[in-house]
């Protein structure tokens, strides 16, 4: 039987990295068969775009940036996602296409319709089952980051940036309300643990 493609989607500091840890040791505790993966990365050439991507001594432009999110994105569908599927796996994607049109689109004003049109192109149409946003206001976000060490190219925007890039989550989640499913990760931890896993055992159960 095919498996799921689960994709997670937020700004740093909304809680979805610790969610996809605990899911995954849940769904693996239930006998589900699962693997958890990232955006960009998830393979050995993958992961080196996004070095490339990540390293703040590169300048690179806002097209090149959108095309180097394609080209680590293809090969990581590629190589692992759809052959996981195929083999029964709920596949969990920590960010996916979405990110693109937010940060690319809304947050670096690149042409809506073309993100759009590059990522079909990469993905051949494919899209997840399910996505989770966990919906998080950019100052409570932020303050919850503050302190993190690991720095990379994209973490340095003004607040600008990630209020367009909230934005177009806000949106997106709008426009695809079947597929993308919204978290208030504004609340403590707990509840917003609670909250995802009510909607992923949903999604698994067939409840919608
Ligand atoms: P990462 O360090 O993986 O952490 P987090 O998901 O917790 O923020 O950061 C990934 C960064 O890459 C993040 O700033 C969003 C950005 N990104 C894009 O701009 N476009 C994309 O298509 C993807 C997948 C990520």
Do not use: W
Not at 36 to 43: D, K, L, N, Q, V
Not at 182 to 205: M, P, R, S, T, W
């Amino acid at each position: 039987m095919k498996g799921k493609f689960i994709t997670v989607e937020g700004s740093d500091g909304s809680g979805k990295t610790t969610f996809i840890n605990s899911a995954t040791e849940y769904l693996i505790k239930k006998g589900y068969k699962v693997i958890t993966t990232r955006e960009p990365g998830g393979t050995v050439f993958s992961e080196k775009v996004r070095e490339l991507l990540f390293d703040s001594s590169n300048e690179i432009d806002a097209k090149t940036e959108s095309l180097l999110f394609c080209v680590s994105r293809r090969d990581h569908i590629i190589k692992k996602i759809i052959p996981y599927v195929e083999e029964g796996y709920i596949v969990i994607c920590d960010r996916f296409v979405d990110s693109s049109i937010a940060y690319q689109s809304y947050g670096r004003g690149l042409n809506k319709q073309d993100i759009i049109d590059i990522n079909k192109y990469t993905t051949d149409g494919l899209e997840p089952d399910l996505t989770l946003y966990f919906n998080v206001d950019v100052e409570i976000g932020l303050s919850r980051t503050k302190g993190r060490d690991e720095n990379n190219r994209m973490d340095n925007e003004s607040l600008k940036f990630y209020k367009d890039v909230k934005r177009g989550y806000d949106e997106l989640s709008n426009d695809y309300k079947k597929r993308i499913k919204v978290i208030d990760a504004n609340q403590d931890y707990e509840k917003v643990e609670k909250d995802a896993f009510k909607i992923l055992e949903g999604f698994l159960n067939n409840e919608f």
